[in-house]
């Protein structure tokens, strides 16, 4: 029986298809081969070198943050002596400050600067530019107008001395312009220090300005009584940290060394810690002992 011309192109159809069936796995896995390649070489490649390229971008913009070096470049040594209470804001930013940075020293300048201690707490006063400038600056003493105006108005009234280490809340109020608020910050910031080595210190505290100052530390004197000094062999971190002018940081960093190689032979060791500068170690040295 002949077969139709239409049966035979549904047999060359089928035919036609399953050799499309047998051949297509072939086909496929050339192309995920092709594709493998390409993604695994060309594309991988380019990965690569981009994340490269971003890991050395931002190692770039790191050192570049840190670099201390450079950092230290930004700031200049002042020409000649001068009194940080007269300069404006011009002249600090030829120092090197910002124009922000040198705003905010200016108007801390009009509280009045009466040593380097002050410029030193100042917290926008970077310390490359403070220790640049340091050597260069000088203090007039003006003259303590309200001591003078109030002995001219009480020549008859005795002067009151008080023991600055040793004084009490009521000897403390008995100098004028001391109430029951500042007796209390003397005090409480001398159990705090471990007593006062200097009367300059008197201006760490909050809202004691120059001009306070002036008024109140001709009625002050040191007594006998030392220092309460911490062991930096014995403290813990709490206890260092506790002192005003250790921070949490530089405690750690007293206690890690000792654990790390010993106790202390001298005071001056911890100055191996890079949190711990000269100018830091001479504030707190006073205040430890072995």
Do not use: C
């Not at 400038?133 to 020549?155: A, W």
């Not at 809340?169 to 200097?198: A, C, P, Q, T, V």
């Amino acid at each position: 029986m002949p077969i139709s011309k239409r049966n035979r192109r549904a047999v060359l159809g089928v035919l036609m298809l399953v050799a499309v069936i047998s051949f297509l796995p072939r086909l496929m896995a050339e192309a995920v081969h092709f594709s493998d390649d390409d993604v695994s070489f060309e594309k991988v490649k380019i990965a690569e070198n981009n994340i490269e390229e971003r890991q050395e971008f931002w190692a770039k913009k790191k050192r570049k943050k840190y670099d201390k070096s450079s950092y230290k470049k930004r700031f200049k040594k002042p020409k000649s002596k001068f009194d940080p209470n007269t300069y404006k804001i011009a002249d600090w930013m030829m120092l090197g400050l910002s124009e922000k940075q040198a705003a905010i020293v200016v108007r801390l300048s009009g509280r009045g600067f009466n040593s380097n201690a002050d410029l030193e707490r100042i917290f926008v006063l970077p310390k490359p530019a403070y220790e640049l400038l340091k050597d260069s600056t000088f203090y007039p003493r003006p003259m303590n107008i309200l001591s003078y105006q109030r002995n001219e108005s009480s020549p008859d009234k005795s002067k009151v001395s008080v023991n600055l280490n040793g004084g009490s809340h009521e000897e403390f109020e008995r100098i004028r312009g001391i109430g029951s608020y500042f007796s209390k910050k003397i005090i409480d910031y001398r159990e705090r220090l471990g007593g006062y080595i200097h009367k300059e210190q008197l201006l760490e505290i909050w809202k004691i300005d120059l001009v306070k100052y002036q008024e109140i530390e001709e009625f002050i004197y040191f007594g006998s009584e030392p220092v309460e000094k911490i062991s930096i062999n014995k403290a813990s971190v709490e206890m260092l940290s506790k002192h005003p002018y250790i921070n949490y940081k530089m405690a750690n960093s007293i206690v890690k060394m000792r654990a790390q190689s010993g106790d202390y032979k001298e005071v001056k060791e911890i100055k191996r810690s890079k949190l711990i500068d000269e100018v830091t170690f001479v504030k707190i040295k006073p205040y430890l002992s072995l």
